[in-house]
């Protein structure tokens, strides 16, 4: 009997660690031994791998087995270990041949038939992979159509064990290779145009969309709140070649991925309920933590229906969130990193009661103010656009224009992107929104007279630091749809106007 080696992935949120898998077969007791620090699901592999292996017409070693997965220490989670401890110990037994199994990443879960299932991960194990240098990787068949997303890797999708093994013996037709990809066409999202009224929250959605900001609607019930935040997805542009994988990637570890449409090419949309849970929202759970909502929506846009009665703990969960783009959860196991840089966008009611006109409100001011708390002062100081939402007065007038549709608003949208994207690509940002304050202050500064407004509400405590230069952040958004080079003293009045709508 002899000593086998091969690999799979450890996944710390969407960050891999190649594991080596090795396997020596040797006298002593009848047993298998499975060490480097497994979790329960993998500690019960042992059993669904020998089954497998017996299923699919081999023995499983009547001799001591030990299974030992390198980094001792760092912590196994999960059942995608299955197939390259399968593979570890036939080869270790002389089963089949090694050499084939040498930089060979495997990737799936067993049956107790030897049917190979898919997992969760494919995309962001095979980006390690492909870091740590191996060259080969056999994957789930189902699995396949996503792992081709990664390029520069020999890639063989398998249907069951006896596949796997029959490839390990020479036979270079036992395994599937990945079909050519074609891209799912993109599904027309709602159009802007069936929103009735509302041009200033219109307007808003509009600057949002063309420099990333985040939005508050403040309005009584129906009054397009919620269409208008679905219709803020239809008009960002298409996802980069990258920023589709770093999506694609925490969706596959979110089990949210077909093999229909095995790639996220166009900005998520998450809408959340007040019934939602921190851990539902940031992410979490035990062992290693798992994607939240917040990561899900990285790269779209995060919706929060009833934010006043969304629990004031979870709001500000998301402060730091806001601030830096990525959620870091430390959990037993270790730290899990996802990415996070969405678009929040808020909805509210004036007050519990909400009337369809303010006058018929029947709360009393102490129970409006707590409710309206609701939204703490440093969350909402990180809300670049607040828009105070007005009742209908009127559903159609045919002496009104009819609406602008989405593609008309986007393809001003992009303009401005375009700009923005010329202007801060040498810094490595993309949007008005991603540019820090001190870049503003300093390389990019306006003239005094520009921004005198904005010194004046400094001076008497009505803006804070970050607030100033979210003000400016908005100001270079106006100006890039107004196609200016410079924001003018207009564009800073607008953007400081935004930031003190909040409430009727």
Known sequence: MALARAWCVALFGVDGVPVEIEADVGAGAVLTKLVGLPDAALQESKD??????????????????????????????????????ACVVLAASQAVPPERLEGTVLLG??????????????????????????????????????????????????????????????????LHRPPPFTPAPPTPGPD??????????????????????????????????TMLAERLVSLLPPLTPDDALGVTAVHSIAGLLTPETPLVSTPPFVS???????????GGGSGLAKPGAVSRAHKGVLFIDE??????????????????????????DGIARYPARFQLVLATNPCPCAPAKDIDCTCHPAVKRRYQAKLSGPLLDRVDLRVLMRSLTVMMDAGLPD????????????????????RWSRHGWHTNAEVPGPILRREYRLPRQTTSLLDRALSRGALTGRGADRCLRVAWTLADLAETDLPTEDHVAAALEFRERRTP
């Open 403 to 422: 609406p602008e549709s989405t593609e008309t608003v986007r393809k001003r949208v992009a303009n401005a992107r375009a700009r923005a994207h010329a």
């Open 109 to 174: 879960e067993l049956a107790l038939d030897g049917r190979v299932r898919s997992v969760r991960g494919i995309l962001p194990a095979l980006l390690a992979a492909r870091r740590a240098g191996l060259p080969r990787a056999v994957v789930p068949t189902a699995s396949l159509r996503e792992a081709a997303l990664v390029d520069g890797l020999d890639l063989h999708g398998a249907d069951s064990l006896g596949d796997v093994v029959e490839w390990l013996s020479g036979n270079e037709s036992a």
């Open 272 to 282: 959340l309920h007040p019934s939602t849970s921190t851990v539902a929202l940031v």
């Open 307 to 332: 934010a006043s009665e969304f629990g004031q703990t979870k709001l500000d969960s998301l402060r730091t969130i806001l601030e830096e783009g990525e959620v870091r959860l430390a959990r037993r």
């Open 48 to 85: 669904r791998v020998r089954a497998a292996v017996r299923n699919t017409g081999h023995e499983w070693p009547t001799q001591r087995v030990t299974l030992g997965l390198s980094p001792a220490s760092l912590p196994k989670v999960g059942s995608s270990y299955d197939l390259a401890l």
């Open 192 to 225: 802007l145009a069936d929103v009735v009224g509302q041009p200033e929250a219109r307007w808003a959605l509009e600057v949002a969309a063309a420099g990333g900001h985040h939005v508050l609607l403040t309005g009584p019930p129906g009054t397009g709140k």
